[in-house]
Antibody, heavy 116, light 110 residues
Framework: EVQLVESGGGLIQPGGSLRLSCAAS????????MTWVRQAPGKGLEWASV???????YYADPVKGRFTISRDNSKNTVYLQMNSLRAEDTAVYYC??????????WGQGTLVTVSS | QTVVTQEPSLSVSPGGTVTLTCGLT?????????PSWYQQTPGQAPRTLIY???TRSSGVPDRFSGSILGNKAALTITGAQADDESDYYC??????????FGGGTKLTVL
């Protein structure tokens, strides 16, 4: 059974850094595309970043240069390193497995709050 | 910058049919954008309904269908039920490695 469990969210001051984790089970993260999608409170879904099975990474413009997606194959975990955080980065962050251009399986999300 | 558009809100009567659309502020949506659709209820993670324009995800009832209508992707719910009341999002694969979500449609069943 595919399972994704996010962790690492919390309250962080503007300008700070945070690393989110997405622990996967039931499949190997390096065999698929893995993505992060976020949702600000009361707002819609926003795609943030993807890591391809081959290792290529891509980012949405609002996070490019500040966020870095990576994975640890030995831990079967995907990460999102978030630097220079802003109030507008406040959101629930979901990781998802990509299959056939869709976000097939989702985690339960982890809340990041950027506030002083 | 191209934006993905959706109706902010729609309503449907129980048993009725409703079509949600997913367009672009510049250009047309085609199957080359691999449109996908997601349903989300408050406090829950999204659930995938439709992918690659018209393929239903496992376990999705056949009252949900996807298509291209004119220059937009479309999600049609036929025989709407009370528990279809949710937020619906489309996502388009814009180019290598880049997806964009629409703003979402809040569907009311009344």
């Amino acid at each position: 059974e595919v399972q994704l469990v996010e962790s690492g969210g919390g309250l962080i001051q503007p300008g700070g850094s945070l690393r989110l984790s997405c622990a996967a089970s039931g499949f190997a993260v390096n065999s698929v595309y893995m993505t992060w999608v976020r949702q600000a409170p009361g707002k819609g879904l926003e795609w943030a970043s993807v890591i391809f099975s081959g290792g290529n990474t891509y980012y949405a413009d609002p996070v490019k240069g500040r966020f870095t997606i990576s994975r640890d194959n030995s831990k079967n975990t995907v990460y999102l390193q978030m630097n220079s955080l802003r109030a507008e980065d406040t959101a629930v962050y979901y990781c998802a497995r990509v299959d056939n251009y869709r976000f097939e399986s989702w985690g339960q999300g982890t809340l990041v709050t950027v506030s002083s | 910058q191209t934006v993905v558009t959706q109706e902010p809100s729609l309503s449907v009567s129980p048993g009725g049919t409703v079509t949600l659309t997913c367009g672009l502020t510049s250009g047309s949506v085609s199957s080359n954008f691999y449109p996908s659709w997601y349903q989300q209820t408050p406090g829950q993670a999204p659930r995938t309904l439709i992918y690659t324009t018209n393929t239903r995800s496992s376990g999705v009832p056949d009252r949900f269908s996807g298509s291209i209508l004119g220059n937009k992707a479309a999600l049609t719910i036929t025989g709407a039920q009370a528990d279809d009341e949710s937020d619906y999002y489309c996502a388009l694969y814009m180019r290598t490695g880049i997806w964009v979500f629409g703003g979402g449609t809040k569907l009311t069943v009344l």
